[in-house]
């Protein structure tokens, strides 16, 4: 794995290197950032209920991660970020111009390298970057008068975050010629434990005392976005959480005394504790199915992230 997870980074580097100096340096400005690699190591370790080393598997990894990081700097964008992997964001750095076409060039060559992998290939790749626009436009637009808070926010976790990790077990399994029915249920699994991965951080950023979820505790609160452990007291009539539900619908963007009393709060409300219930189903949910596949040390691969994405909370 760790071999070709060194092979999907040279790939990646090569293949956003332009002729153009400005957009080469823009395009692997995130690229040499770093990050997990998350979407590409589950197509390399889908690919094992098959052949790994099909032809097909290192360059849709380097789809996926593609896709991914051209995400980011719109991303950035849209939220007028400063840092993004602790360095300056392509938005800060450059300007927001070049960052969206930055993104707009990452989107364009994993579209060239999907050419090659075939019009199925092709077909899943926009479907999924279908549900990544439409999560992102959601998330924007907020829920409806008459819709359900939470349901929402689960859809947009679902489109905006689990869709691409779903296509990265895709792509590894398929590619990689295992059984369909195999196929599908990687996709599946892949799709909960991409939810069960954003509950996670979403219940990190409140619960966490450092920078362990990749950004400074109390961002989502500070910037107005409701996760899961906010719609659970949102949800509630208790009189005693009175204050916190009116601090959840205050805007803390600019009030840090008013922050760091929503934080306190919330950390130490049961939402916390059902939050983290909600984790572990997504997690078990996602192990139920990968109980299904053959018995290969993938599978006990997959059936550890399960555990990562639920013992990450503390």
Known sequence: MQQRL???ED?????????????T?????????GGKRFRPMLVLLAAHFGDPAAPGVIPSAVVVELTHLATLYHDDVMDEAPLRRGELSANSRWTNTV????????????????????????????????RLVRGQIQETVGPGPDADPLKHYLQVVADKTASLIATSGQFGAMLAGAPPHVVDTVTSACEKIGVAFQLSDDIL?????????????GTDLREGIRTLPVHHVLAGTDP?????RDLLRADLSDDDALHAEALTLLRAHPAMARARADL??????ARTELRTLPDVPARSAFESLCDYVVSRTG
């Open 6 to 8: 060194t092979a999907v």
């Open 11 to 23: 790939h990646l580097l090569d293949t956003v290197r332009s002729e153009d100096t400005l957009l």
């Open 25 to 33: 340096e823009a395009s692997r400005h995130l690229v040499e950032a």
């Open 99 to 130: 960052a969206i076409l930055t993104g707009d060039y990452l989107f364009a060559r994993a579209s060239d390298l999907l050419a090659d992998l075939g019009p199925e290939s092709v077909r899943i790749q926009a479907r999924t970057f279908a």
């Open 205 to 217: 950023d409140i619960a966490s005392e450092s920078d362990q979820s990749g950004k400074t505790p």
């Open 240 to 244: 005693a959480d009175a204050r916190l």
């Open 280 to 285: 572990a189903q997504w997690a078990e949910d």
